[in-house]
């Protein structure tokens, strides 16, 4: 087994009495912990450069480039925790013990680290209070002099099977510790991303005040529906939800966040749900001066609630652009379905999707095909349905693949015959229909979807795919990257850099393609194509050490992959892209 020895920040965290909360009520303890992981630990992860290791049933190793991006990840999940147990009794709060350490790991070929670095990280973590963060000596003298940190000194402590006593610092949490954040090196603001030359907007999560954590997925499809409202208008630009959600329980300027997204507006809000009536607040900012453009409460019966959706939207985009005319407000209005009980397992279903994992793939299938049920003619259940089976293919975790793909594509052709504006649905069918090999078709569904939705990030990534396997790397390198500029904070920014890499692969641009793969698959290590794209471009590039460990990753991640059925995974069209794709693989190391 290859390994190699290096200096690594690393971050170990679990849950305060875990045990004690399962044995309580396991599933309530569970759905959160999956619900944080999934819209505040990982994209906050992903937002800090940092890739998760190793998760261990209620905690996490993860590796990052330096200490100061591990604590600024640590302080932003711990200061949102104190947020979100705001308000439950202490025998419900879910609290984590972070431990960070600057040491030397040894790496194996799969990605596990292992080695003195990593035990110490453990066992600081293991000695911390619930609700802190502990620093071993060598990790903080990285950081006191880079960011202004509110620190106690516990000193000389001995951990458990660590021979050594050792000098530990505690972080403080919370409201003061966010504030300090927001000073690095020299203590000045990054200038952040440039605005774009329309008015532009990111909607933050909004508030779940219905005092019930299982209703957190009812106020996230509210956003989402706003933000793909908003997102039908050619003269606005809208970020992408999955980039404006990385923000959810932590506590950040508005200013600070329009310079991260570049973007002059931003809406927050709240939603509470009570029995049959629902309530939105909202409020818009203009994030360059911080100054209030307008603020209401909305209040309404369920069966109303996408007429309150469509009024915030309205009043949003009054207030941004008023210039647009009143009769195309009326046109993007779009209600998707009927049936509250369908669109409530959309809802649900919308919210495993995101969570990146075999288990979640089913139960979003599952509640998409039970909202199919209760709405035949529901379009974005419909195209959703078909994307699940396609997020199985990227990720390499079908077992019947003969019966995956006729499925997928006979979902992906009804969506066609549901709706012929919903972009949301035709994105998703025309990207299932690429992935399993029905270029034209796919592209054609694609295409329409972004002329009803210029804004949506992923149509553009399944665009730039489509482009890679019809054999236009230029445009499919140009529409990652513009899918990127739309979601700069997208937990799945890693496919969009993978697309990209794949781009300058096949336009000949190995070095482009490797670091673009790499950055990939630091974030997500067991995405295979990022890993396939690694070894062919390095192995193209003749840099022989580097393919052959990327080769080793995918074996291992996907390990009945061979030269024989390579068609089938990645369906380049011309020959040439083809030949160029399994030539690297080959040197690499790809078996027949």
């Known amino acids: 087994m290859t390994e190699q020895r290096k200096l690594a920040a690393i971050l170990a965290a679990d849950v305060a009495g875990f045990s004690r909360l399962t044995g309580a009520d396991e599933e309530r303890t569970l759905a959160r912990l999956r619900a944080l992981r999934s819209d505040l630990i990982d994209p906050t992860i992903a937002v800090h450069r940092g890739r998760v290791v190793k998760r261990t049933g209620d905690g996490a190793l993860v590796e990052f480039r330096s200490v100061v991006d591990a604590v600024r ?61 502990y620093l071993s000596e060598d990790a903080y003298r990285q950081v006191r002099a880079r960011l202004d940190l509110s620190v106690s000194d516990l000193g000389e402590t001995r951990l458990k099977n660590i021979a050594e006593p050792m000098r530990i610092y505690s972080l403080q949490v919370g409201s003061a510790a966010q504030a300090h954040l927001r000073s690095a090196v020299q203590g000045e603001p990054s200038p952040g991303l440039a605005l774009p030359d329309k008015p532009s907007i990111a909607v933050l999560p909004f508030t779940n005040m219905s005092g019930d954590p299982e209703q957190e997925y009812f106020a996230d499809g509210m956003v989402e529906d706003i933000i793909t409202a908003l997102s039908r208008f050619r003269q606005l630009f809208v970020i992408a939800r999955n980039s404006s959600f990385t923000y959810k329980g932590r506590a950040v300027e508005v200013k600070q966040i329009g310079r991260e997204l570049g973007v002059r507006y931003v809406l927050e809000g709240s939603v509470r749900r009570s029995g ?54 009326e046109r993007v209005k779009l209600k998707p379905t009927e049936s509250l009980d369908a669109y409530d397992c959309y809802l649900r279903g919308m919210a495993a999707f995101k969570l990146f994992s075999t288990d979640a793939n089913k139960e979003a299938l599952a509640f998409f095909a039970r909202a199919l049920e209760l709405d035949p003619g529901f379009a974005a259940a419909c195209g959703m349905a078909a994307r699940c089976y396609a997020q199985r293919r990227g990720f390499g975790w079908n077992s019947g693949a003969d ?58 990534n399944a665009s730039a795919v489509a482009n890679a396997f019809s054999g236009d790397a230029d445009a499919a390198v140009e529409q990652a990257e513009h899918a990127m500029r739309l979601s700069p904070l997208d937990t799945n920014f890693f496919a969009m850099e993978a697309l990209a890499g794949l781009g300058h692969l096949l336009a000949g641009r190995y070095d482009e393609a490797y670091s673009c793969a790499e950055a990939a698959s630091r974030v997500q290590p067991n995405f295979p194509l990022s890993v396939a794209i690694a070894a062919a471009s390095a192995a193209h590039a003749g840099r022989f050490d580097n393919a052959q460990l990327a080769m080793a990753r995918l074996l291992q991640i996907s390990p009945a992959l061979n030269r024989s059925n390579l068609s089938q995974w990645l369906p380049l069209q011309r020959p040439q892209d083809f030949t160029l794709w399994a030539e690297g693989l080959r040197k690499a190391g790809l078996p027949a």
């Open 403 to 460: 019966n995956d793909s006729a499925e997928a594509c006979r979902l992906a052709r009804k969506v066609a015959g549901l709706s012929r504006d919903d972009a949301v649905a035709l994105a998703a069918a025309g990207f299932t229909l690429v992935m399993f090999g029905e270029i034209a078709d796919g592209a054609a569904h694609i295409d329409r979807a972004l002329a009803h939705n210029p804004n949506l990030a992923w149509a553009w």
């Open 276 to 329: 049959s009536r629902v309530r939105i607040t909202g409020q818009l900012i203009d994030a360059t001066t911080g100054a209030h453009l307008w603020a209401d409460r909305i209040d309404g019966e369920l069966a109303d609630i996408f007429d309150l959706q469509d009024r915030v939207t309205a009043s949003v985009v009054g207030a941004i652009a008023p210039k647009l005319e009143q009769a195309e407000i």
């Open 73 to 133: 990840c640590a302080i932003e999940v711990q200061t949102a925790m104190v947020e979100r147990n705001a308000g439950l009794p202490p025998d419900r709060r879910i609290e984590f013990r972070i431990g960070i350490h600057l040491g030397d790991v040894v790496e194996e070929s799969d990605g596990d680290l292992m080695g003195d670095g990593v035990n110490i990280a453990a066992r600081l973590e293991g000695a911390a209070m619930p609700g802190t963060i």
